[in-house]
């Protein structure tokens, strides 16, 4: 299966990060541009891929996950400035045939991703 996919893990909760937006870019000369935002379900992805199969490219990109926006919306009460307010990922697609998954864990203070499968 190939295209772009992500999900998103609460580790503060040990939870899927329901509703969480997360912005997908592509990147030329180092500048962004937003091809799409879309909002994490109920098991922390999206209900369609990122980037379909017959869409995808090879190039560099990004997806910015708003995570103080999410946690705001738990309920906590996180510093201004928070500590994270927005993780950025930049990747790059080197074969467009090939499946791209990139996960998020995070909590208020901490991330990690990785290529998933």
Known sequence: MAG????????????????????????????????????????????????????TEAGVFELTFHVG????????V????????QVAVRFGIADPAAHYHVPLLCSPWSYSTYRGS
């Open 4 to 55: 772009l996919t992500t999900h998103v893990l609460d580790t503060s909760e040990g939870a899927p990060a329901a509703g969480m937006r997360v912005d997908f870019s592509s990147i030329d000369g180092g500048t962004a541009r937003l091809i799409a935002s879309f909002r994490t379900n109920a098991d922390g992805r999206t209900d369609a891929p990122l980037a379909a199969p017959a869409a």
């Open 69 to 76: 926006e999410y946690f705001r919306s738990r309920g906590l």
């Open 78 to 85: 996180l510093p201004e400035p928070a500590f994270l307010e």
